[in-house]
């Protein structure tokens, strides 16, 4: 259980990092998959935040292509 909390922490750790360096892909990435970590481990009182962890995961997933095509070219 509290290793759910870890992962969100180093999340959003790694996300300010990210912020602080200009990375702002990968910040966002990072920061949005806090988001939908976070609107999970709310979802069982709040089941409507669901679908905003699942949005929140899109946009992670989005960033990661983003990195991938940029590592690309």
Known sequence: MISR???I???AVAA?????QGAWV???GLASLTAGLVALRLAPTRPSLKPLAYLAFL???LAVVVMIIRQAY
């Open 9 to 11: 922490l180093l999340a």
């Open 16 to 20: 300010a990092m990210r912020a602080a």
């Open 5 to 7: 909390y870890i992962v």
């Open 26 to 28: 990968e910040a966002t």
């Open 59 to 61: 946009v992670t997933a």
